[in-house]
């Protein structure tokens, strides 16, 4: 059962242009969201997150939205540029009082940006 | 800058081997993951560890055990690879505590199973 989905496997994008990426999850016990962003032979790297008290992050040209009531959080990017070419993984936290933080991950979406 | 090492890139292995994937890590973290990332199915848990000696399974532990002797080294073992555990295994660390969520990944190992 996937409590985090990304509906869309990819996604392309002129450069320039806004790219929104979409992060859909079940589990209303999540309070902290994350957003990592991979390119291939590398591993992920965090980009920004977002705490469940909060509906809006912001980070230079990174902006995550969040959504409780719908259990929705969105990436925007903008302007896009080609580096941002690379796979982003949304990724959803249940707090806990001890021990390691598990995250659980979306598919993920690759995001292609044309020139 | 956090670092994460695995110790393989690329490995190619027979059914029914064992297999062992070491992971380390140079920042005193806590925490550190075992994950397989496929195509379509994102990263899935594998086994994590929080302290020395200490392991819980994740999601998908079947067919794999962990060992944690060393608080910067966690290793992943196959016990008898099987043509379904060819994948992307990811390793990640991170520090522990409220509000610690970020966890920082190695380059990955692609395992094939033939």
């Known amino acids: 059962d996937q409590q985090v989905k990304q509906n869309s496997p990819s996604l392309s994008v002129q450069e320039g242009r806004i790219s929104i990426l979409n992060c859909d999850y079940t589990?209303?016990?999540?309070?902290?969201f994350l957003w990592y962003k991979k390119y291939p032979a590398e591993g992920p790297t965090f980009l920004i997150s977002i705490s469940s008290i909060k509906d809006k992050n912001e980070d230079g040209r990174f902006t995550v939205f969040l959504n409780k009531s719908a259990k929705h959080l969105s990436l925007h990017i903008v302007p896009s540029q080609p580096g941002d070419s690379a796979v982003y993984f949304c990724a959803a936290s249940v707090r806990r009082i001890q021990g390691a933080q598990k995250l659980v991950f979306g598919q993920g979406t690759r995001l292609t940006i044309n020139p | 800058d956090v670092k994460v090492t695995q110790s393989s890139r690329y490995l190619v292995k027979r059914t029914g081997e064992k297999v062992f994937l070491e992971c380390v890590q140079d920042m005193d973290h806590e925490n550190m993951f075992w994950y397989r990332q496929d195509p379509g199915l994102g990263l899935r848990l594998i086994y994590f560890?929080?302290?020395?000696?200490?392991?819980e399974k994740g999601d998908i532990p079947e067919g794999y055990s962990v060992s944690r002797e060393k608080k910067e080294r966690f290793s992943l073992i196959l016990e008898s690879a099987s043509t379904n555990q060819t994948s992307m295994y990811l390793c990640?660390?991170?520090?522990?505590?409220?509000?610690?969520?970020?966890?920082?990944f190695g380059p990955g190992t692609r395992l094939t199973v033939t």
């Open positions: 990640a660390s991170s520090l522990s505590g409220q509000g610690l969520y970020e966890q920082y």
């Open positions: 560890s929080y302290d020395v000696k200490m392991k």
């Open positions: 589990n209303s016990m999540f309070d902290y």
